[in-house]
Every structure is written in structure tokens, then in C-alpha cells.
């Protein structure tokens, strides 16, 4: 469906009316004027949304802290508030406002309740049917973007007279009247954030029956246009048949005229010529025929001159009774355009008018909703970059601890392997001193047998003949002990 603009309208009813021009210029100048100040005052009123709003978020997050009974309350004005909407009569509308109201003032007391419940008070007996009770499975959501799922519309709706009794009943202290009011606040403030979704719904639909008014009306004028050209132009190719139909009766008027005075002069010297033939025949014997046919040339030319005179009265009663119908025609003509004019002339001035109005007050709103969509986007861009600088982090991390799992394993692995070489040291070292023990007492019994230092064997060829058994016997043994002696001789040395 096509859209049409205020000034696309304005315009196409300005070239409709061009005999009206500068009377529909001075019309609509007060219709731009006073957009320019409803836009401003739009502009304003979205300023306000954007703060309630925000006021609102704010007062969700800071219940996220509270207990139980305070989020369980948030929620269900939440989804009461959300419950109401769409079209209604005047009363229905008044009806849910005296609704939103009581919504908004049950809120308000359970939360009170809720601190006196906090504060380990006892809870007044007629506010006991307004308590909060928390449901099995609880769901919280701080969003007003999308709808969550709506309780039943009719249950945190209570009589007044149970709201009432308990309103008498937290009015009796001064604190928990303030705390009611308090709430109250915050609760308008809540109702009315959750209820912008549902105003630019019944915008968007406010939108659409003007786009569908608008082609109605666009499809009506130019209908009207359509028929005012071809009544015009009936009316004009009537006039032309008119005017040439007064062309054609003056030219025979003109023809019968001019054919009566030559018919009038022939007969005149046809009389003059018979007159000079009776002059000059015989006067006597023909005088009566004469005089008789004289007689009846004159009645016959006088009956001649009477039907030429009545042929030029109908001539004449045929021209008026034209000119009559061509008065006629024309006012009616007039009135036609008049009637047309006018018809216009309210259509400028009431539904045009109207239709300007809601066009400014839905651009101002889907400005509004813009601007709230783009700031929509910009968090949730934020968030993406926080998710993804968190995703980084915990990538780092998970390497970081990989690598510190590998450097636990190798760490491992070389402390079992020092065990095991300390193990094997101390083995080492054990057998060396057993060694080195049984070499010392091979050394003094060698000594002490005179046999043997008398047949030339010295000290160091028996160490040779003991490490060549040794090494014999195990290889690491030998490397070791002769290691480990030939760094004592180096040492003491």
C-alpha cells in the first residue's frame, strides 16, 4: 500500500484547488505551525520515556539483591501490568486504569509487607490476604522487550474492599506509610516502563488505519477530480453544440429575411407590371378582374408576411428558450463547483488536519523507538565484546593451565627420576664405603703379612688386581670406586 506524506496531501489538494490557492496556503500555514510545536512537545515526551525507562531498569536491578518476597512482587506487577492493552471502549479503558491502579497500589502493600516480614514484624490481619506467596518454580526476568508468559489476569486482581482494609490498616503507622508510598512510586514507575511496548503496538496500529484512511481519501479525490473533469468537459462540448446551434439559427434567420425581402420586391413589380398592363388594356372590360387579382396578390403576400413573421417569433422563442437552458446549465454548473469547493475546503480543514496530527505524533514515536533500538544495539554490541574478551581470557587461562599441567608433569617425572638417582647414589655410596672399608683391612692384612712385601707386589698392584675383580664382577661398581679413590688421592694429594 502506497503511503502519502502531510505535505504529498497538502499539495495534491492545493493543485485541485487552483482557483483557491492562496486561501489554502493561508489555511494550512496555522497547520504547520502547530506541528512544528507538537513535534517539539513529541520530542519532549520521548525525552520522558527514555528517563522512565531507565528509572524503571534501575529499580529492577536493585531488587535483585532483595529477598524473595520483594522480586516475586516485582514480578507479578510486571505481568499484570503487561496483561491490559489493546482497543477499547471509553469505559473498558476507564475500567482498566481503575484496574492498573488497584495493580499498582496491591504492589505497593505486599512490598511494604515484605519489609515488615524482613524486619521480623508481625503482618496486619487485613493485609493477610495480599501476602505474597512465592510459586514452586520461581522465574525472574528484568526484560520489557519481550513478553514473558502472563499470569492470570484476574489473579492479583482483589476486591477493593481487601485492599482497602489494608491500606486503613499500614496508614495507622507512619512508617508503613511511607513505605507504601514509596513503593507506589516505584510501582508507576515499573507499570508504566512495562507498558511502552504495548503504546507502540497500538501506534503501529494507529499507523495503519491512517496509511489505509489516507489511500481512501487519496483514492477520493482523485475520483472526484475524475468526475468534476468530465462533467466539465460534458459541459463545455454542450455550450460549443449550444453556440453553434445560435450560429445556425441566426444564419437561417438571416437566409429567411433576406429570402422574404427579395419575395416581397418580386411580388411588388410583379403588381407594379400588371398595374402598366391594365393602364394600357382595355380599362373598362378588365378593371373588376384586376382589381380582384390585385386583391388577392395582396392577401397572398400578406399571408406571406404573416408566416414570416411567425416563423421569426419561433425563431426568436427558440433562441430565448436556449439562452434559458445555457442560464440554467451554467448555474447549475456552479453549484456543482461550489458544492465541490466546499466538500475540499472541509476535508483541508477537519481530516487533513487530523490526519497531520497523527502522522506527527506516530514519527515522533517511531523516533522514539529508534532511538531506543539503537541504544539496544549499542549494549548488546558491548556485551558481545564482553563476551568475547571474556572468551579470550578463558582461552589464555586454559592454555595457562595446560601448561602448567605439563610443567607439573615434567616436574614429576624429574623428582621421581633425582629419587632415583638419589637412591642409586646412596646405593653407590654404601657400597663404596663397604669398599673402601674391605680395601682399609686387605691394606692392614697385607701389611701385617711379611710374606707378601717380601715378594715385591706393591699397594697399587693389589688396588689394580681388587678393581679388575670388582669391575669384573659389576662395571658400575668399578667406574664408581675408581672415581671415587682416585678423587680421595687427588684431594688428600
Known amino acids: 500500500m502506497a503511503r502519502f506524506t502531510t505535505t504529498q496531501i497538502l499539495l495534491l489538494l ?110 496486619p490481619a487485613p493485609c493477610l490476604p495480599i501476602t505474597v506467596s512465592p510459586p514452586a518454580t520461581p522465574k525472574f526476568r528484568f526484560s520489557f522487550v519481550k513478553k514473558s508468559q502472563v499470569l492470570d489476569s484476574g489473579s492479583d486482581l482483589l476486591p477493593k474492599e481487601v485492599i482497602g482494609n489494608c491500606l486503613k490498616a499500614l496508614e495507622s503507622r507512619p512508617q508503613w506509610w511511607t513505605s507504601y508510598s514509596n513503593n507506589r512510586q516505584n510501582a508507576m514507575v515499573i507499570c508504566q516502563a512495562t507498558r511502552f511496548e504495548m503504546e507502540r503496538e497500538e501506534l503501529l496500529d494507529l499507523h495503519r488505519a491512517i496509511v489505509e484512511t489516507s489511500s481512501k481519501l487519496h483514492q477520493g479525490l482523485q475520483e472526484a477530480l475524475y468526475n468534476s473533469a468530465l462533467e466539465t468537459s460534458q459541459h463545455h462540448t454542450f455550450l460549443e453544440e449550444v453556440r453553434q446551434l445560435q450560429m445556425r439559427l441566426v444564419e437561417e434567420i438571416e437566409g429567411s429575411a433576406s429570402v422574404t425581402q427579395s419575395a416581397l420586391h418580386k411580388l411588388l413589380r410583379q403588381v407594379q407590371a400588371g398595374l402598366d398592363r391594365i393602364s394600357t388594356s382595355n380599362f373598362d372590360g378588365t378593371r373588376a378582374y384586376n382589381l380582384q387579382e390585385i386583391k388577392h396578390t395582396a392577401e397572398s403576400a400578406h399571408s406571406i408576411q404573416e408566416t414570416l413573421l411567425e416563423m421569426q417569433g419561433e425563431a426568436i422563442s427558440r433562441s430565448q428558450e436556449l439562452a434559458r437552458l445555457h442560464k440554467e446549465d451554467t448555474l447549475a454548473y456552479r453549484n456543482v463547483a461550489s458544492l465541490i469547493q466546499s466538500s475540499l475546503q472541509s476535508i483541508v480543514d477537519k481530516d487533513v488536519a487530523r490526519l497531520s496530527q497523527r502522522m506527527m505524533t506516530f514519527d515522533a514515536s517511531l523516533e522514539w523507538l529508534n532511538s531506543r533500538l539503537v541504544l539496544i544495539l549499542e549494549q548488546e554490541n558491548k556485551m558481545t565484546q564482553s563476551y568475547n574478551r571474556a572468551n579470550d581470557l578463558q582461552q589464555a587461562q586454559q592454555s595457562q593451565a595446560k601448561a602448567l599441567a605439563a610443567q607439573s608433569r615434567k616436574q614429576e617425572e624429574i623428582r621421581y627420576k633425582t629419587q632415583i638417582s638419589q637412591a642409586l647414589l646412596d646405593k653407590v ?65
Open 429 to 493: 655410596t654404601t657400597t663404596t664405603a663397604n669398599l673402601h672399608s674391605m680395601m682399609d683391612e686387605a691394606t692392614v692384612k697385607f701389611k701385617r703379612t711379611p710374606g707378601l712385601h717380601s715378594g715385591g707386589i706393591s699397594t697399587w698392584t693389589l688396588c689394580l688386581l681388587l678393581f679388575i675383580l670388582i669391575g669384573v664382577q659389576n662395571a658400575k661398581m668399578a667406574v664408581a670406586l675408581f672415581f671415587l679413590i682416585f678423587g680421595e688421592q687427588v684431594l688428600c694429594g
Open 14 to 123: 492545493l493543485m485541485v484547488q487552483m482557483p483557491w490557492a492562496q486561501a489554502d496556503h493561508l489555511n494550512t500555514t496555522p497547520i504547520i505551525a502547530g506541528g512544528s510545536q507538537m513535534l517539539h512537545h513529541l520530542g519532549s515526551q520521548a525525552h520522558k520515556h527514555n528517563e522512565i525507562f531507565n528509572e524503571a531498569v534501575i529499580i529492577l536491578d536493585a531488587m535483585k539483591s532483595s529477598p524473595s518476597c520483594n522480586r516475586v512482587a516485582a514480578t507479578r506487577l510486571v505481568e499484570s501490568c503487561q496483561s491490559f492493552g489493546g482497543k477499547h471502549t471509553d469505559d473498558a479503558q476507564a475500567d482498566e486504569h481503575e484496574a492498573l491502579d488497584s495493580i499498582r497500589s496491591m504492589y505497593a502493600a505486599r512490598l511494604a509487607i515484605c519489609e515488615l516480614d524482613g524486619a521480623g514484624a508481625s503482618v
